[in-house]
Structure formats: structure tokens, C-alpha cells
């Protein structure tokens, strides 16, 4: 059973919104939630997260003013507006138990994760 099920993705013109769905399949211990993307040739980068017990949230300093992330420890959601170009990637769900100093935005430290869904944005 894979542990998170992402939906919403899709291609979208350059300024357009999304809205990305995440739901848990199943109870885990964990503290964290939110989600990751990675593009063609690129490394896996932290994009939003919340913290599961105060709703603090968390961005990727390339998506800061323009992606949203809410919802609860068993369902998020990723609003994305103003899309660009670089948005484009698959982008992943992923929740885990990290230490208070733990960087947020490690995708290293996450131990469940979901497929990807796709997101295109073109010009």
C-alpha cells in the first residue's frame, strides 16, 4: 500500500494556479507533512511543510509568496499561483518524524512518500 496518494497535477499556462491533493493511506508517527518536487536532472527540493501538532508552516525560498500549503496531519494541500516555468516538476508528498533541529526542508529525513504527480508549466 503506498502510504500517501497525491492527485491534482496537470499542465497549466505560465501565471496560472493549481491545487495539489495529498491523503495519507494510513496512521503514522510523525510530526511533519508537505510536499517535495524534483525536476529533469535535478536534486529533490523542499517546496512547503507543515508541522502536524501546531500547523506551522514552512517554504522553499523559490516558492515563498506564491504557494500555499494547508490541510491537516492526514490530508494536505499545496495551492500553487502565479506558476512559472521552473514550477515544473513532478512533485511528491511526503510525511515523517524529524528532531526540533532537523531541517524541514531535507527530503532525506522523510520516511513515507507518495508516487508524484506531474506538474507542466508552459509559456
Known amino acids: 500500500q503506498v502510504p500517501l496518494v497525491e492527485s491534482g497535477g496537470g499542465s497549466v499556462q505560465a501565471g496560472g494556479s493549481l491545487t495539489l491533493s495529498c491523503s495519507a493511506t494510513?496512521?503514522?508517527?510523525?510530526?511533519?507533512i508537505g510536499w517535495f518536487r524534483q525536476a529533469p536532472g535535478k536534486e529533490r527540493e523542499g517546496v512547503a511543510i507543515m508541522d502536524t501538532d501546531s500547523g506551522s508552516t514552512y517554504y522553499g525560498d523559490s516558492v515563498m509568496g506564491r504557494f500555499t500549503i494547508s490541510g491537516n496531519e492526514n490530508t494536505v494541500y499545496l495551492q500553487m499561483n502565479n506558476l512559472r516555468e521552473e514550477d515544473t516538476a513532478v512533485y511528491y508528498c511526503?510525511?515523517?518524524?524529524?528532531?526540533?533541529?532537523?531541517?524541514?526542508?531535507?527530503?532525506?529525513?522523510?520516511?513515507?512518500w507518495g508516487r508524484g504527480t506531474q506538474v507542466t508549466v508552459s509559456s
Open positions: 494510513r496512521a503514522y508517527t510523525r510530526n511533519r
Open positions: 511526503a510525511t515523517g518524524y524529524l528532531g526540533p533541529k532537523q531541517d524541514r526542508l531535507m527530503a532525506d529525513l522523510y520516511n513515507w
